[in-house]
């Protein structure tokens, strides 16, 4: 879960990060009691990236200019997504801008620094443009000051830099965060330096430990309710897009992953569902044999959706509770979606919008799984099984085609 940029000055602002004075503006009319001065910079705060390519970043020297420009931002949606904040803050003339971030890396099972000496980084290649530093003990300020050297950064930039990579480690560390990023880090012509644009993850197994984070957690679900085509993707740990295919996965990797084969293969993606972990609003346990049930009936819901990809990859536990949940939603009576897990649930009609269903399971689970769905009575291509996800991809891209 990412917070908004003027959540994340909030924190930076708090724990010492030097930011701009800014202002949130909740609607056009702010701005005539605007506190900061002229000239500012107006930002569409939204989870989407390029906002400035989609006109979601505006420069502003008057209130008539900026009353003009709030209303435009408000009105123009990124990626799909209208703002329900702007955030209003002074200009910078920055000299030099660079990269920071805390991440958290699972490979190591360690927070590693990185430090970069441009702000657009090239992640295709970036050994040459990045550096890192592992804190493999308890952290001290000899950690940040060395991944400032690694930059080669010189005289009064080793301890300007160093101070702010030290605040991001103790947010890092303070909140369970799975990465803190600034991007750029300025720095004027006097050398002080300034965060202008940041980002913040929270790892979500955290959200129960800081009573701050839950109440953010509920109204990143409830604005993502009010804002999508489909309010029930509001509170999962997914993407909603507009296609045709639409994909349910046990792990963030292999749900991105099948999306991005999904594009390569000329289809068009719908939303995406991560069936790995529960709803961040979720106060009961759930199991995910309930998530993919829950997750098959919304997806159903979309009548965009004409085929349903689910990609899971082996250590499925309940593989004869996954494979009797297919089996209900495939072969379900009276044209209608019903819920598998025995509560109440929106009907959707089954008729032309009720989706294929293409099933890769990858692992020893698959042979089980295959007996189990492979002696359905279902009509053509309502249900595909395979262990090899390309061609999972291909069927699901000829399905949408037929």
């Known amino acids: 879960m990412d917070l908004l940029e003027y959540q994340v000055k909030e924190w930076f602002g708090k724990i010492g990060i030097p930011v701009l004075p800014s202002q949130r503006i909740d609607h056009p009319t702010d701005l005539k009691r605007l506190k900061i001065p002229y000239p500012?910079?107006?930002?569409?705060?939204?989870?989407?990236?390029?906002?400035?390519?989609?006109?979601?970043?505006?420069?502003?020297?008057?209130?008539?200019?900026?009353?003009?420009?709030?209303?435009?931002?408000?009105?123009?949606?990124?990626?799909?997504?209208?703002?329900?904040?702007?955030?209003?803050?002074?200009?910078?003339?920055?000299?030099?801008?660079f990269y920071l971030a805390v991440v958290l890396d699972t490979a190591v099972c360690r927070p590693v620094l990185l430090g970069g000496t441009e702000a657009d980084i090239d992640w295709e290649s970036p050994g040459q443009k990045m550096h890192h530093v592992v804190v493999e003990q308890e952290f001290s300020p000899f950690y940040a000051r060395r991944l400032a050297l690694k930059m080669?950064?010189?005289?009064?930039?080793?301890?300007?830099?160093?101070?702010?990579?030290?605040?991001?480690?103790?947010?890092?560390?303070?909140?369970?965060?799975?990465?803190?990023?600034?991007?750029?880090?300025?720095?004027?012509?006097?050398?002080?330096?300034?965060?202008?644009?940041?980002?913040v993850s929270i790892n979500k197994r955290a959200i129960g430990r800081h009573p701050d984070l839950g109440e953010i957690a509920v109204n990143t679900a409830n604005r993502h309710s009010r804002s999508t085509i489909n309010p029930q993707l509001g509170d999962w740990d997914g993407l909603q897009l507009h296609g045709k295919i639409g994909i349910l996965a046990n792990g963030t990797g292999s749900m991105m992953a099948t999306l991005d084969l999904v594009t390569s293969a000329g289809g068009k993606p719908g939303s995406c569902?991560?069936?790995?972990?529960?709803?961040?609003?979720?106060?009961?346990?759930?199991?995910?044999?309930?998530?993919?049930?829950?997750?098959?009936?919304?997806?159903?819901a979309d009548k965009s959706v004409q085929v349903i990809l689910i990609n899971l990859i082996g250590g499925i536990t309940e593989i004869k509770e996954v494979a009797r949940i297919i089996s209900n939603f495939v072969q379900q009576e009276k044209h209608e979606v019903k819920?598998?897990?025995?509560?109440?649930?929106?009907?959707?009609?089954?008729?032309?919008?009720?989706?294929?269903?293409?099933?890769?399971?990858?692992?020893?689970?698959?042979?089980?799984?295959?007996?189990?769905?492979?002696?359905?009575?279902?009509?053509?291509?309502?249900?595909?099984?395979?262990?090899?996800?390309?061609e999972a991809v291909a069927a699901s891209v000829s399905l949408t085609r037929g």
């Open 152 to 199: 080669g950064l010189r005289g009064k930039l080793i301890q300007s830099v160093s101070a702010v990579v030290d605040k991001m480690y103790q947010l890092f560390i303070q909140k369970d965060l799975d990465l803190v990023e600034i991007s750029p880090l300025a720095v004027s012509a006097s050398g002080e330096v300034m965060a202008l644009n940041g980002k």
């Open 339 to 390: 819920s598998t897990t025995g509560t109440c649930s929106s009907r959707t009609p089954r008729g032309e919008h009720f989706p294929s269903l293409v099933v890769r399971i990858a692992g020893s689970e698959f042979a089980e799984a295959k007996q189990l769905l492979g002696g359905l009575n279902t009509k053509p291509d309502a249900l595909i099984v395979l262990e090899n996800l390309d």
């Open 40 to 97: 500012i910079v107006l930002k569409s705060q939204v989870y989407t990236g390029e906002r400035a390519k989609a006109g979601g970043v505006r420069f502003v020297e008057t209130t008539i200019d900026a009353i003009a420009a709030a209303q435009t931002i408000f009105n123009s949606p990124i990626w799909g997504e209208l703002p329900e904040v702007i955030l209003g803050e002074c200009q910078y003339i920055a000299e030099k801008e």
């Open 273 to 300: 569902l991560n069936l790995r972990h529960a709803l961040i609003t979720d106060v009961s346990p759930t199991t995910f044999s309930d998530r993919l049930a829950k997750g098959l009936n919304i997806l159903a």
